[in-house]
């Protein structure tokens, strides 16, 4: 056994530095305080050397097999928490393998841990009502900033759910990063889906509200005073770049802040105060005058405010001009008796004999030209009194009427042109002794049909055909709408009675071509009903439709032709006055390959109305013509083929 104060064995190093190898700095200054005197021999020292120190009180020194047994329980126990660890995190990552990552939120949705169903179902449940809330836009900034809202579906816009959270990315391999994600969030922008072409056309649709056009610099009028606009730029929605920028935040919670193009002015502040002392201010110091024939039209101070406007003219400045219809209308209260409309040439019917009332040429004040030099005469000085008025010598049929002298001071002069009739005097004097070549009358139809058929004959009634000359009906009477004056009026649709505009004016067409058959006119175009009516003769009349079949026929002659219409509430005639060229006859052959009716039921349409049926069959008209002169005949010969009309069921009543 050791006594207290045997020395320790030489191995001990219970002084030595950390190191533990003896050569710290304070290596020699231990060993000399440990250079004792060698004690004298004990044969058991050895053995005594080799006992373990006995348990006791917790002392300074520590044995070197001590401090090898500290670093071994160290070990052990940093592997057992990197073992720990290791298990935690591959537990982990097993566990989270098919979740969205920690930490993760969609438009600040958390969706971070769950499993991809949880995750749709959190996303589309949160938002949902943002999907099909209207997405509002704005345009600009501060306080001309314009607003309005889209329909995300009418633009075609959607959540795509499921590239969203592709978009979250796989579990982290990282344990630093897995770790941080216990204690940090991550944002992921919603993913959408759309059309590019309906989001466009949702923009566009928009543009009226967002865009903000510039607006160029004039000057308007209160009354005799003039006030200056300034210019103002605009700003319009760069329709390119919108359909993007809405796509990639329709979801967010702002407004969609749309890209937009600025639109500069031309016109200057200076150009705008130039026009305003040079043209502006002189305009409306005093009256203006038209001079016209045997009278005047005042143009007041005020009333210059009303037909003066300023155009930009590419230079910052502005260019006066005349608003020609508003300065007519101011113009024309005074004027218009000196104008005058023109009159048609006509004839005077007594029995069968035509008699020529002369045409008259009309006259009209040419408002354009007239006011080509009123911008230059506002800007001199007042007269001091009106200018007298001009009396033009008188102006033969078709002559231009004389210019009157130049006008001076705030004045100009009435420019005068002459309006033509129609129907010339010569053209109807050309005739010659006209008489009735060829008329036809026909009647029995309703009240309502009879108005159609009497306004179509009204525009018709007078028509002059020139030679070589082809009348068209569809031409000559324009669209037979409402604003001509046409009617509801009974027709045939599928079969069934119904309701037209126009109807009735097959019945006209009917009698128009007929009067033209037996005048010897050249037939162009016609075709005849599908089905045949009885009250028209069989293979010799004619229906229309406005844009589809017409009524043609041309004058081969070498005088001029006129129609004459007479209306009556029972019936229409038709005459056509010209110089008599043929004898003309119609021989109408029998009535072949008869076809029966047959039978359809219309049940199913709640306009039906029983009926009986009529026959299909084909038959042939031979219109035969007697040159007046020569006596030479020739032939037309025509076959039609008329449907077979079935006889209407309406559910077998």
Known sequence: MTTPDQPDSPGDTRLDPPGGDGSGPDAEATRAMSAEPAPSYDPDAEATVQIPPV??????????????????????????????????????????????????????VEIGGMNRLAAQETLGRELGP?????????????????????????????????????????????????????????????????????????????????????TEGTIRFEGDRPIPVPSVPGAVVDSRLAPDVVFAHWLDAAPVALPVTEQPVTVTQDGLDTAMREVATPAVAGPAYVIGDGKNATLSPEEIGTFLRFDPDGSGGLTPRVDVPAAEKVAGRDLASTEAEPKDATFAFEGAAATVVPAVT??????????????????????????????????PPGATPAAPPPANGRAVNAVYTTTPPKVTTEALQALGPATVIGEFQSGGFAADSGQNIKRVAEIVNGATIKPGETFSLNGFTGPRDAGQGFVEAGIIDDGVPGRGIGGGISQF????????????????????????????????????????????????????????????????????????????????????????????????????????GVGGFTITDTRVLKDVRTGETKSEPRTVRYNPEPEITCNNR
Request: proline content about 10%; overall charge neutral.
């Open 362 to 395: 009309g006259r009209a004040i040419d408002y354009p030209k007239t006011f080509e030099g009123l911008v230059e005469a506002l800007g001199r000085e007042a007269d001091p009194a009106p200018p007298t008025t001009f009396t033009p010598p008188p102006v």
């Open 509 to 612: 067409a009917t009698t128009l071509y007929n009067a033209s058959y037996f005048a010897g006119l050249q037939q162009v175009e016609h075709k005849e009903h599908s089905y045949y009516i009885s009250r028209y003769p069989a293979g010799r009349e004619a229906t229309v439709f406005e844009g589809a079949i017409d009524l043609k026929f041309r004058n081969d002659g070498d005088t001029p032709v006129l129609i004459r219409t007479q209306w009556t509430p029972a019936s229409i005639k038709v005459q056509i006055y010209g110089q008599k060229r043929y004898d003309v006859t119609s021989q109408t052959g029998p009535r072949t390959n008869p076809v029966a009716p047959g039978t359809r039921d219309l049940s199913d349409n709640p306009r039906c109305k029983p009926s009986k």
């Open 55 to 108: 348990a006791g009180p917790p002392q300074d020194d520590v044995d070197d097999g001590g401090s090898s047994g500290s670093r071994r329980r160290l070990l052990v126990a940093g592997a057992a928490v990197v073992g720990l660890l290791a298990a935690l995190y591959v537990g982990d990552l097993l566990l989270s393998a098919t979740n969205v990552p920690r930490g993760v939120t969609v438009a600040g």
């Open 130 to 214: 943002r999907v099909s809330r209207p997405v509002t836009l704005v345009a600009g900034s501060g306080p001309d900033a314009r607003t309005t809202t889209i329909d995300p579906r009418t633009a075609g816009l959607d959540l795509d759910v499921a590239a969203t959270i592709d978009e979250a990315g796989e579990q982290p391999l990282n344990p630093f990063t897995r770790l941080s994600s216990l204690f940090a969030d991550r944002e992921i922008a919603p993913i959408s889906k759309g059309n590019p072409v309906a989001i466009g056309q949702a923009v566009d649709a928009a543009r009226p509200q967002l865009d903000r056009p510039s």
